[in-house]
């Protein structure tokens, strides 16, 4: 019995150390080929902002900006129409704009906020997210010069899920806004206060891809903000915001 137990475990030790080799090789291709293909998605994402930064930017240089704008993210966003942003300002540089890309949306700039006075902090929004990607915030100090900074999000679907209403239901109450501060009111302190706009978009990226849609898409192009008449932000946004965008900044009440 110890001599067959012997043999047994003999057959073994070796028909494990013939397999090994051959499994370990296939364990090494794999992982090369995984490197392989990380490898070309980040140059596909680096060429991708290369052209969207020659598009929106020309050869104007942008720098680090991991001590002038932070942007946040989820990095798995549940609901791809609705992902959240936050921008935060990480010096005292006087910003005057900050523009937000997506980089593989059909339409990659989501907004571009002109700063009227110095904001007290950076404006947040909500936007739509198509395909894994990198959002990048650039900053533009009022000397003129750029920060950029990114966060890559997963998450797919946002220009292409419906919203759950017809064409009718959608056209109602379009346009409806709401607007409250996000503390109590305190003259010559900094506030903060919350916009929430009602537009459900359904079908703007698709239509924008293939105007095949015969609906014609609904979305905002500018948002105007001002206190007691005198300008906080003026906002260009696109296709790339998301369904009822809800936005918040910073002001400083008089």
Known sequence: MGVTRTVLLALAVSTLAA??????????????QMRAHAA???????????????????KRALADGAGVIQIEAPEHALDARFVPITLTMKSATPIKGLYVVIDNNPSPVAG???LVPVPTRAPELRV??????FIHAVAETVDGKLFVSRQF?????????????????????????????????????????????????STACRWIKSHASSRRPRFIRT????????PIFHLDSDISLSTDPVITFGFRAR
């Not at 397999?19 to 090369?32: F, H, Q, T």
């Open 19 to 32: 397999l090994g080799p051959s499994r370990v090789a296939y364990a090494d291709d794999s992982e090369a």
């Open 40 to 58: 070309q998605d980040e140059a596909e994402r680096a060429a991708r902002w290369q052209q969207l930064q020659q598009a929106v930017f020309g």
């Open 112 to 114: 571009h906020f002109t």
């Open 128 to 133: 739509r997210v198509n395909q894994y990607t």
């Open 153 to 201: 999000v997963k998450t797919s679907g946002g220009c292409s899920a419906p919203v759950g209403a017809d064409n009718a239901d959608a056209l109602k109450d379009i346009g409806l806004m709401k607007l409250h501060l996000l503390g109590p009111f305190s003259p010559g302190k900094s506030l903060q206060a919350q916009l929430m706009i009602r537009i459900r978009i």
């Open 223 to 230: 948002i105007d903000a001002t206190y007691d008449g005198a």
